[in-house]
């Protein structure tokens, strides 16, 4: 074999990486922003929040893809005002399994963001806005910098659950090869067909890879978050 992985394999792990950086990306500012409301603010209907912000880790990941369908597929009430309006489907397109994959995986990303939130000590940004900072530059000279450990490895492991995500994504998206076909699908797809285990197990090893990578990066960076909270306390 000349090459570790076929065209068609390489296809889907191409996409794999393409549907989790922009389910990232997309997703990061939100994760932020949603982190910041339940550290740092009190307010009617927070817990409603939190446990909206959790439930794609409790529901079965095909639920939150048929949720995913009838509400941005082109009947959806949503998909509809998409279509018709911005000209923009999402119902079975790779950016239909970005937002599946930021669903699926912003949880985690809220997560690792609101425990760096809750490791800062908000006498720091207090001192600053006493010095006649607004709280947008207290948020990006004190607190971001100080997050931003968290931050990342918010990121990685929403960029590893991305990568990893089936359940929602296939029934949101179906699993068309060149087009909606990621890791988890081609898998899926190599060991419905007779002879398929070999190229299923190679995607497996990349899945494995990728997952342990992801793991690692987010407690070295874990590690950083606490070291430089305690440096700066």
Known sequence: MTVWLSPSEWQAVALSVQVSFWATVVSLPFGIWVAWLLARREFPGKQVLNGLVHLPL??????????????????????????????????????????????????????????????????????????????????????????????????????AKAMGEFGATITFVSNIPGQTQTLPSAIYAFLQVPGGDRQAFRLVLVAIAVAMGALIASEWIARRVARRIGGAG
């Not at 990941?61 to 923009?88: A, E, K, M, N, S």
């Not at 908000?122 to 006493?130: D, H, I, R, S, V």
């Open 58 to 159: 409790i529901l079965p990941p095909v639920v939150t893809g048929y949720l995913l369908l009838i509400t941005f597929g082109r009947r959806g009430y949503v998909g509809q005002f998409l279509d018709q309006w911005f000209g923009i489907v999402l119902a079975f397109r790779w950016t239909g399994a970005v937002l599946a994959a930021a669903v699926m995986a912003f949880p985690l990303m809220v997560r690792a963001i609101r425990l760096a939130f809750e490791a800062v000590d908000p006498k720091l940004e207090q001192a600053a806005g006493t010095l006649g900072a607004s709280p947008i530059w207290v948020f990006l000279t004190v607190t971001l910098p100080l997050i931003l450990p968290g931050v990342l490895a918010g990121a990685v492991l929403a960029f």
